[in-house]
């Protein structure tokens, strides 16, 4: 870090494109296909392609992982136009994957026992030589990246991992470290004397602010920006463990949802769809400005100097001093925030962020996107009506992100509209005393729900959940 002083019944479609692809799928920024040709070494066109099929197989990947359910053994990008590869335990598989337009592979370990397996490894404090570990799914196996083997084995075992067969072992000669010079897009500067990089610009409820780096500060540092005007104050943080903070703004400062790229323009964040293991990423950072790569590891656990912080990406981007706290982006979908990293961008280097939808769900936020719509005007003729809007597999709660209280037994009825394209779910929920607990649900793979719910007097509030996709949303209800 660095601060400075089966697939049965589901369709996805061709999840696979030829070179000069003809896809319904938005043109891409240019500054992200000239940046991902410089980096990767490949062409125009092979950068078009990737870009169209990693778009539609983030897109794909809750469906894949929920429909093979316990066979799902992970999935990922192959070739320099990303064909997607679906891993499963059975191979009774195979062939429904092979016509759904990706590539089947069969392994002997689900991603669920790999995750097991991770999380063991994460219960146990490891040694300095130990730099970072990762589910692997190209591999099937839980990666150690380490410069000593010999402890790293030595690690492994007094953790009693049950199934330590399923860790595999890579040499590095990286040691990650707080990136505390980092900018995603603008600089901003702390109270304390750090410079560090704005992430993504996000609302809580309807107060402005934008995301960074946890470690360059505390709850109740202020900011001033690029132009030392002041900014705003740290409202949320949290480091070591995770590595994310929210910056409330003041009114001098308003966001229009895009990415600086440098000479290579401003990048528009329209949403923030997960992208898979070697797929297709760029990071802005005022330091070394804009760089692209791939995505080598997901829900990465590092060792920093710190305490190990979970949950983290790691890339092959690279990074320098100066660049913490700064935006990740795969084509136009907001991954998350610079970490921290290793190396340079002279001879290359190992980067790690800190995924965005963690922090949106830790914090109440809501993504800014550019262009973002009005919320559907669906949901006609209920006594009250809610409006937000979310990112993929992100939640808010209503009314207003609270609760309300009926105080006669009655029906509670709600409508939900959703934006089309997603599939947006609605919950009931009540508090028994000690804590919320469903009581009624509406979860078609629809953006649009209605639910119907006969209860006795209490406290109620509705969760609506983006399952997948994102967008604005509006809420009718009426209580007893």
């Not at 003729?381 to 992100?401: C, D, F, I, R, V």
């Amino acid at each position: 870090m660095l601060r400075t002083p089966a697939l049965i019944g589901i369709t996805i479609g061709a999840l696979l494109v030829t070179a000069t692809p003809a896809v319904a799928t938005a043109k891409p920024p240019s500054g992200v296909v000239d940046a991902l040709q410089r980096d990767l070494g490949i062409t125009k066109d092979q950068a078009i392609s990737r870009l169209a099929n990693e778009a539609r197989g983030n897109a794909a990947a809750p469906g894949l992982s929920k429909q093979l359910g316990d066979r799902y053994a992970g999935i990922w990008y192959e070739g320099a136009e990303s064909a997607l590869v679906v891993a499963s335990t059975s191979a009774a598989d195979t062939a429904s994957i092979t016509r759904a337009g990706a590539r089947a592979r069969v392994v002997p370990r689900s991603f669920a026992q790999l995750t097991t397996v991770k999380e063991g490894l994460d219960r146990t404090a490891p040694p300095a030589s130990v730099h970072s570990w990762a589910v692997s799914p190209q591999s099937n196996s839980v990666v150690v990246l380490t410069s000593d083997e010999q402890a790293a084995r030595a690690w492994v075992a007094a953790g009693g991992i049950a199934d330590a067969a399923a860790v595999t072992f890579e040499p590095s000669s990286e040691r990650p470290r707080p990136l505390y010079d980092i900018r995603g897009g603008d600089a901003y500067y702390t109270s304390d004397g750090y410079r560090c990089s704005i992430g993504f610009a996000a609302r809580r409820g309807t107060q402005l602010g934008f995301t960074t780096a946890g470690h360059c500060g505390t709850t109740g540092i202020t900011t001033t920006g690029y132009n030392r005007v002041a900014q705003g104050t740290f409202q949320l943080s949290s480091f070591p463990g995770n590595d994310y903070a929210w910056v409330a703004t003041n009114t001098n400062w308003t966001a229009p949802g895009v990415v600086n790229a440098y000479t290579s323009g401003t990048v528009p964040v329209r949403g923030s769809a997960v992208t898979q293991p070697q797929g297709s990423v760029c990071r802005s950072g005022s330091t070394t400005q804009w760089h692209c790569g791939v995505v080598q590891a997901l829900n990465s656990t590092v060792n920093y100097p710190e305490g190990t912080v979970s949950g983290l990406t790691r890339t092959n981007v690279c990074a320098e001093g100066g660049d913490s706290g700064g935006s990740f982006i795969s084509g136009d979908q907001a991954q998350g925030m610079t970490s921290g990293g290793s190396g340079n961008c002279t001879s290359g280097g190992t980067t790690y962020f800190q995924p965005i939808g963690e922090a949106l769900s830790a914090g109440g936020l809501t993504l800014v996107t550019s262009g973002t719509e009005p919320p559907p005007t669906g949901c006609q003729g209920y006594e009250e009506t809610y409006t937000g809007s979310l990112t993929s597999n992100q939640s808010a709660y209503q009314p207003n992100g609270s609760y309300y209280q009926a105080t006669v037994s009655g029906p509670h009825t709600a409508c939900l509209d959703g934006p089309n394209g997603t599939d947006f779910d609605l919950y009931l929920q009540k508090w028994n005393g000690s804590s919320w607990a469903v009581v009624a649900s509406a979860t078609t793979p629809d953006p649009d729900e209605t639910l119907t719910y006969n209860g006795t007097s209490g406290y109620y509030r509705y969760r609506v959940h983006a399952y997948t996709g994102s967008g604005s949303y509006t809420l009718g209800l009426n209580r007893p």
